[in-house]
C-alpha cells in the first residue's frame, strides 16, 4: 500500500499548481483521501478532505474559495486543485487515507504519501 504524491514546485504569488496523489493497492476507492501540509516549525496540518463517493469535501478555512479537491477512484488518485497561492501556502504538502469519515487530526489517517514541497514566492 503507497501513496505518490507529485505536482508541488515553485510558484509566484497569485499563481496555480495542481498536486496529485496516486495509490497503489486495493480497497482505496472505498477510503475518505486528504491532504495535509507541514510548514517549517509548524505542525502539520489538515488543507482538505474528500469523503470515498466524492459527494462530501471539507478545506481548512484559509484556502476555502481558493483549493479543490477532487478524485478520480478508477484511477486511485485524488488532487488538489490550488489556485491564488500565497506566501503562507508555503510547505511541503502530504497526501492521506483513512477509513471512514474525514477527520482533521492527522493521528487519524492510517496511510501516508512521502510529501511534495510547494513553494510560494512573494
Request: net charge positive; glycine share 12%.
Amino acid at each position: 500500500v503507497q501513496l505518490q504524491a507529485s505536482g508541488g514546485g515553485l510558484v509566484q504569488t497569485g499563481g496555480s499548481l495542481r498536486l496529485s496523489c496516486a495509490a497503489s493497492g486495493r480497497g482505496f476507492s472505498t477510503y475518505a483521501r486528504g491532504w495535509f501540509r507541514q510548514a517549517p516549525g509548524k505542525e502539520r496540518e489538515f488543507v482538505a478532505g474528500i469523503s470515498w463517493s466524492g459527494d462530501s469535501t471539507d478545506y481548512t478555512d484559509s484556502v476555502k474559495g481558493r483549493f479543490t479537491i477532487s478524485r478520480d477512484n478508477p484511477k486511485n488518485t485524488v488532487y488538489l486543485q490550488m489556485n491564488s497561492l500565497k506566501p503562507e501556502d508555503t510547505a511541503v504538502y502530504y497526501c492521506a487515507s483513512k477509513k471512514g469519515a474525514i477527520n482533521w487530526s492527522s493521528q487519524t489517517w492510517d496511510y501516508w504519501g512521502q510529501g511534495t514541497q510547494v513553494t510560494v514566492s512573494s
